[in-house]
């Protein structure tokens, strides 16, 4: 529209207020001035009546800017006319790259369900969602029921509301919805919906709380046996240096016990906070998993026990984390060897190009098997697996379930002089979750147990995944 | 999508569908709500899980309402009549889960005039998540006529029948441990029971979404765990309150 964008944008348009306004006024003025002058005894009143008439107009013209704003928001023509190509464009982008989800919802029929629609949604909102096109019913994307009677009441009793909103998964992540209706056109009711992440604060909350839980529980136990050997050594074994040396020597591994049991819920914590934020580094699943192996090689030689990798030949390269990668690998393989018997043999298995189904397939013949953690559908994503099996006493099926518990202990088990914080497969399975990936434990009793743990492959080449994610 | 030649035929179908999402998403909200309210020691939010159920209860008259009336007045076939007759399906399974949110409310409510029971009510939440889960699962695939994900969710059903085998033990152990918490235990143990029959609703539901989409039956047995020799001393105690397949 070449002429619109080359007349002068403080020139009104034919049909505007302003111009008749601004005509008829002029024009009354006009004449109460002629008859002012025609008539000069009644001149005082009359030239008081054209003023009057001057201040009213002018008024009128100037409420133009205000008024039509109303318009321009829900009806598309004004817009048009009114702003450049170049910044509705612009208005575009911007609405497009806000990071907090972005919702317009036309209003329909109050008893009719399926006339509300989503007219707008930007990539934040489409991205939450899934929204699969423009146009989509409300309630096939958003079943909140408050929110939805946010909207209901943003668009049909022009009430602006603020309320919770959980959007489920594994990695659940809370939002607050603020629901605001937008200025009515006579066809149709708008309303714009708008999240803002409060995962963060949400799980500080909840960290804080369970932290404190964890470590009052768990720390009281080695706490009173340490206050027990005080005594003890205060009192009548002050003397006996046998008995002391042993209390001294207890009282050490307890209160290692404790400084581990403190760093392990301190990762833990820190790892479930950022459990909904996706990894930003690459790595090689191959590499991360010999370096464990090379690491541990002190305490497998203590142990007797030989460990057996075996992986491709290529690099296996994984979105995540590299230290919380290794920290996967070393817990299993930890896990592995405190169950191995001496002289055990722990099979530490890699493979990549993999379906969801194939990467949690069954690796041990007749095993009880279980999913710790699946990870959501709907990405068509390659997995990598790593699998670490031993030949230790392995697990009954009614265990399974609640491996990944907090300080949970399969009962009758020991597992050998280097006590576990029970901390774990929690651990693990957070760090696993965080990364989109999955869990299975596979078991026979007597026959040794089976982890595999999976990771959604790089896909540096992929086009739907922008680089900088 | 195919078009309809009277507009408004195609409008009371979707009007259908979307009832039945809002009801699903009320159905899922008060499950949630109600785990929420046994884990948080919750009163005011069990109140108000069990008020909502009436909600419930009057979309379910809607939905069977509006489809009567569709099948009446406009004889649907083939893919219009399945949906039809899903959405009739879908809201008698939602309008059950609704009732055992409701209860396990209600006894979220006894629960807590009594000493709180932590790493049992944690129990009860871990399961309660996976139930809500898979019932968020069930309802998107219906949202999006996804078979695919359907089928996800009914060939998983043995993970809840596994956490509710573990959770029943967990029970026992403290019951025998202390004869006192066995009034609480067993308000849990009817909870879990509760939370595994939501479960089976939420595979009820997927094989009605494989219905609707495909107009055929479920193929196959549903992979199902059967004890082993080796395992039926485990098995023996809760034998005869395994989940029977309904």
Known sequence: MPDVQTSSPVVPSPGSRLWTAGASGGLAVLILLALAVYDPAHAAPLIGGALLVAVTTWLVANQRPV?????????????????????????????ETVSDPLLVV???????????????????????????????????????????????????????????FDSGGVQARHWRAMTRPLPASATETLALVRLRDETDVRRMELMRVDFLANASHELRTPLASLSGFIETLKGHAREDSVARDRFLDIMAAQA??????????????????????????????????????????????????EIAVAAPDDAVRIRGERDEIVQVIQNLIDNAIKYSP?????????????????????????????????????????????????????????????LTERFYRVEGQKSGERPGTGLGLAIVKHIVN?????????????????????????????????LTV | MNQHTVKSYGDELNQLTAIVARMGGLAE?????????????????????VERDARLDALHADIEKKAIRLIAL?????????????????????????????????????????????????????????????????????????????????????????????????????????????????????????????????????????????????????????PTPSDSDVMAADDPLRPQES
């Open chain 2, 74 to 226: 406009r004889q649907p076939v083939a893919s219009d009549l399945r949906k039809t007759l899903s959405a009739m399906k879908l809201a008698v399974d939602l309008e059950r889960t609704g009732d055992l949110a409701r209860n396990i409310s209600k006894r979220a409510l006894i629960l807590a005039e009594g000493e709180p029971m932590l790493p049992l009510t944690r129990s009860i939440e871990r399961m309660g998540k996976l139930v809500s889960n898979r019932l968020r699962d069930v309802l998107d695939a219906y949202t999006a006529s996804d078979v695919d994900r359907a089928m996800g969710v009914w060939t998983s059903d043995d993970e809840v029948d596994e956490h509710y085998n573990s959770l029943f033990r967990e029970l026992l152990t403290y019951m025998m441990g202390d004869p006192r918490t066995i009034t609480a235990c067993t308000h849990l143990l009817f909870m879990a029971k509760n939370l595994e029959r939501i479960g089976d609703h939420a595979t009820n539901i997927a094989e009605t979404i494989h219905y609707e989409i495909t107009g055929g039956d479920m193929i196959g047995e549903r992979p199902r765990w059967t």
């Open chain 1, 342 to 402: 001496r002289d055990g043999r722990i099979e530490v298995d890699i493979r990549t190009g993999l379906s969801p189904a194939e990467a949690a397939a069954s690796r041990m013949t007749g095993a009880a098997r279980l999913p710790l953690l699946t990870p959501d559908r709907g990405e068509d994503l390659t997995y990598a697996a790593v699998t670490v099996r031993d030949h230790g006493p392995g697990m009954s099926r009614e265990h399974l379930p609640r």
């Open chain 1, 256 to 305: 290692e016990r404790m400084s581990r049991l403190v760093a392990d819920l301190l990762s833990l914590s820190r790892i479930e906070l950022n459990e909904h934020v996706p990894p930003s580094g690459h790595l090689d699943l191959g590499r991360a998993t010999t370096d464990v192996v090379d690491a541990l090689s002190v305490l497998t030689q203590q142990q007797g026990v």
């Open chain 2, 29 to 49: 909200a008060q499950v949630a709500d109600a785990i929420e309210s046994v884990a948080r020691r919750d009163v005011a939010l069990a109140r108000a899980v």
């Open chain 1, 106 to 164: 036309r209003g329909g029929e109050p008893d009719d369900m399926a006339g509300r629609r989503v007219v707008l949604a930007n990539r934040a909102a489409r991205d939450l969602l899934r929204i699969p096109r423009e146009g989509a019913i409300l309630v096939s994307v958003l079943r909140d029921p408050t929110l939805l009677e946010a909207v209901d009441e943003a668009l049909f009793g022009g009430v602006s509301r603020e309320t919770n």
């Open chain 1, 434 to 466: 965080r990364h989109r990936g999955g869990l299975v434990v596979e078991s026979i009793p007597g026959e040794g147990a089976a982890f595999t743990a999976f990771f959604p492959l790089s896909n540096r080449t992929a086009v739907t995944e922008p």
């Open chain 1, 67 to 95: 008024m039509p704003e109303g318009n321009e928001d829900s009806d598309g023509g004004t817009r048009d006319e009114t702003r450049p190509a170049g910044q509705i464009a612009l208005l575009e982008e911007v609405f």
